[in-house]
């Protein structure tokens, strides 16, 4: 997905990604129509993970494998002795880390992109969710929690835990370790750029305009 639509949106498709983003783009003034983008953006993830998870319940019911479900390992769906603050601090700093991978390789006015910058993203987001399934799930996409809590409920799982701790481990904790990112870039920024850039992810379609005809017999 990262190749397929990286060029045409970002292919940011997790909330997460989206806050660091935008909020670099606020902070380096590189988009002036920042907050209409990210609001859009965001319920566009909600909305299309909720629909893939309605898809895949589907599927799951025609199977006939539904006395066989489980609920999803994710709040509020978990074991009670699982400690919620712990996951919350987990998503806080997978997604801190993810989406300073991310910013480096996308908004790094030093770096020019690169055609690998797909698979180092997918490796970044890879090692995050190894690193938070035992925890929190492996969530690190608010999106996905959300879709996967709205399967859980649809097919009947009881929850074990408050409502409160899903939106504290999903989504206040990958939002700040999001914001928190986008912080420390621009602190990288501000030390070693001159020039602030957008988010360019693969190539800047401004940059590669076929050239005029006495352009290309210079």
Not at 51 to 59: K, R
Not at 77 to 86: K, Q
Not at 96 to 121: E, M, N, Q, S, W
Request: with cysteine; net charge negative; charged share 10%.
């Amino acid at each position: 997905m990262v190749y397929a639509i990286g060029s045409v949106s970002g292919c940011h498709i997790n909330p997460a990604v989206s806050c660091a983003v935008f909020t670099w783009q606020a902070i380096s003034n590189t988009n002036d129509n920042f907050v209409v983008e990210w609001i859009t953006y965001t319920m566009s993830q909600v909305i299309g993970g909720t629909c893939g998870a309605m898809l895949g319940v589907s599927f799951w019911k025609s199977s006939g494998q539904f006395d066989a479900f489980n609920a999803y390992g994710i709040f509020p769906y978990v074991d009670p002795t699982r400690n919620a603050g712990i996951a919350l601090v987990t998503e806080m700093l997978a997604l801190f880390f993810f989406t300073f991978c991310i910013l480096r390789t996308c908004c790094d006015h030093d770096k020019p992109p690169l055609a690998t910058d797909g698979l180092t993203i997918g490796i970044a987001l890879f090692t995050a969710i190894v690193g938070t399934a035992a925890i929190s799930g492996g969530g690190v996409n608010p999106a996905v929690a959300t879709s996967l809590l709205v399967a859980n409920t649809s097919l009947g799982a009881t929850s074990a835990s408050s409502g409160m701790s899903f939106i504290g481990v999903y989504w206040v904790g990958p939002m700040v370790g999001a914001f928190l990112a986008a912080i420390f870039h621009y602190m990288i920024e501000v030390s070693t750029s001159k020039v602030f850039v957008g988010y360019v992810f693969l190539h800047n379609s401004d940059n590669f305009k076929p050239k005029k005809k006495e352009e290309a017999g210079n």
